[in-house]
């Protein structure tokens, strides 16, 4: 299972560290990755990391000011979210994949989202 959290609502330029713990599989053979979906709008890829972290993909909307990570040893995969937009406001997920891909992932390897609104 993937469960996202530290999603909240934040003013224009703010911050947010997004986390997705993990458990009953095993994290560290997964490449990673934070899927966005806005409201009436279809899922976008935010960024993707490899198994060892060493490789990442943004997407060209949030590179610059988002950062993604993970903790093996901890099982988590996180997002920093800096200098945050109101075109940021979505539910993100985070997902497993056997591929590094700038692909969004299936439906079905998705976790519990967590709400972000950017909003002054």
């Known amino acids: 299972q993937l469960q996202a959290s530290g999603g909240g609502s934040v003013q224009p330029g703010g911050s947010l560290k997004l986390s997705c713990a993990a458990t009953?599989?095993?994290?560290?053979?997964?490449?990673m990755s934070w899927v966005r979906q806005a409201p009436g709008k279809g899922p976008e890829l935010v960024s993707a990391?490899?198994?060892?972290?060493?490789?990442?993909v943004y997407a060209d909307s949030v590179k610059g000011r988002f950062t993604i990570s993970r903790d093996n040893a901890k099982n988590t995969l996180y997002l920093q979210m800096n200098s945050l937009k109101p075109e940021d406001t979505a539910v993100y997920y985070c997902?497993?994949?056997?591929?590094?891909?700038?692909?969004?992932?299936?439906?079905?390897?998705w976790g519990q989202g967590t709400l972000v609104t950017v909003s002054s």
């Open positions: 990391i490899t198994i060892g972290g060493t490789n990442t």
């Open positions: 009953g599989f095993t994290f560290r053979s997964y490449a």
């Open positions: 997902a497993r994949s056997w591929v590094f891909s700038r692909s969004v992932p299936p439906r079905d390897s």
